[in-house]
């Protein structure tokens, strides 16, 4: 099943978002701005992964466009969409063997974060700054590299884009489009960094070898009293604004099959199955009033999975199960996805949904310190290292306009990004 063949974000969304004093048209020029979702699709050793991003604003006489790209969205009417398929090094520069030297892991600075030092870990990313000497690098670049494998006092530090050597099938589909009026200058956007450069690629293993995740204290959190002391209080609040509470939904709506009997797993009052048509859905979270205000749970339970990861469910109990922006409070990740796995019936899928939303005080280290990206990586680890998953894939959105009465919207105005990944039981 495809579940991107057709349109993930609506034109219907597009046409309301961000429309205010514009001139629509019906379709492009090289003249006019437009709205452009691209779509990313590659594959790993391990998993199949797509990456949605909307480009709100792009000037299509003057961002850069590859020569395929631009001859695919000018002249072309709005819903047009374009499929392009891109040799590993045409779309990202191609990778370098060069570009891997073996350093001694004495030169990788040990900054103090929170007062506890930067360790390095193989298959994870760093800022380039903290090996600033190499290849000329300065120690005030963030840009990531990556480190792969480290033994005794050497490492890889890859500095190669974590994509250089995949084929890219890029999806273009254009939102809207509209006059460019008088507006002149501004900054060029580059196009093929717009789709690439904000962290595709850093949520597969390097060189397929697992990530280096679990090392010294990842599991461990800021706040350590029992976690029912902490959730006693009910939390009757939105843990995703409204534009990526929607597209939650409408995720969950093609992975899981109409009638399903689902456990929303570290459920609170909202279970973000508005639209997949579920049949019975059973809830396990940590507040009873936050469960009896979920109006979709036939059935609900209290209960604590990191002093208990045992599911209270029978084997083979459930065609699905989905946790929503909650993994990164679990402290026994493998044995949770372990009773996952025994609960599901055969076939049945897991899906997890995150994003960078969370209470600071009960996540876990190693999510809290690890790029957006990285943390799909740590999800996808944790069905690699059950193995008990089939059909794995990973999934994110990025560049959705936040709701104008958010109450983050003084701050950004992009929406939550989505970050997913699922897989079914073998």
Not at 309 to 329: G, I, K, M, N
Not at 358 to 383: C, D, N, Q, S
Request: hydrophobic share 40%; proline share 7%; with cysteine.
């Amino acid at each position: 099943m495809d579940l991107f063949a057709e349109e993930f974000f609506s034109l219907e969304e597009a046409a309301a978002s961000g429309t205010a004093g514009r001139a629509p048209l019906e379709r492009t020029t090289g003249r006019d701005f437009a709205a452009i979702e691209f779509g990313l699709h590659w594959q790993s050793g391990q998993a199949r992964h797509t990456d949605l991003h909307v480009a709100n604003q792009l000037n299509l006489w003057r961002d850069y466009f590859p020569p395929e790209l631009a001859a695919a969205v000018v002249d072309q009417p709005v819903g047009h969409s374009v499929t392009i398929e891109f040799a590993p090094g045409q779309l990202v520069p191609a990778y370098e063997a060069a570009l891997c030297p073996t350093v001694e892991t004495r030169r990788f600075e040990r900054r103090l974060v929170d007062g506890r030092p930067i360790e390095p870990h193989s298959g994870r990313f760093y800022p380039k700054g903290l090996i600033a000497g190499v290849r000329d690098i300065t120690s005030d670049d963030i840009m990531p590299f990556r480190i792969g494998t480290i033994e005794g006092a050497r490492l890889v530090a890859d500095l190669n884009h974590p994509l250089a050597d995949r084929p890219l099938l890029v999806t273009a589909r254009i939102l809207k489009a509209w006059q460019a009026g008088a507006q002149r200058g501004g900054t060029m956007q580059d196009v093929p960094e717009m789709i690439t450069g904000k962290g595709p690629g850093m949520q597969a293993r390097w060189h397929d070898q697992a990530t280096d995740f679990f090392s010294a204290d990842a599991f461990e959190r800021g706040r350590t009293e029992p976690d029912g002391e902490f959730y006693q209080a009910a939390r009757l609040v939105d843990h995703l604004d409204r534009t990526a509470t929607r597209q939650v939904e409408k995720l969950y709506a093609r992975l899981l099959t109409p009638g399903a009997r689902v456990l929303d797993l570290m459920t609170s009052w909202k279970s973000h199955l508005d639209l997949a048509q579920a049949g019975q859905v059973a809830g396990l979270g940590m507040n009873a009033e936050e469960l009896a205000a979920n109006p979709v749970l036939a059935e609900r339970l209290v209960h604590d999975l990191n002093a208990d990861p045992r599911l209270p469910y029978p084997d083979a109990s459930f065609d699905a199960v989905v946790c929503t922006v909650s993994v990164e409070y679990l402290v026994r990740p493998f044995e949770v996805f372990a009773e996952v796995r025994r609960v599901l019936k055969p076939g049945g899928r897991f899906a997890v949904v995150c994003s960078n939303r969370y209470f600071p005080p009960k996540t876990i280290r190693v999510w809290a310190e690890a790029h957006p990206f990285e943390r799909t990586g740590l999800v996808l680890e944790y069905f690699l290292r059950d193995g008990g998953y089939t059909g794995l894939n990973t999934f994110s959105l990025t560049g959705l306009f936040r709701p104008e009465d958010d109450k983050y919207a003084d701050q950004t105005p992009w929406s939550d990004p989505i970050h997913a990944v699922w897989g079914d039981k073998a």
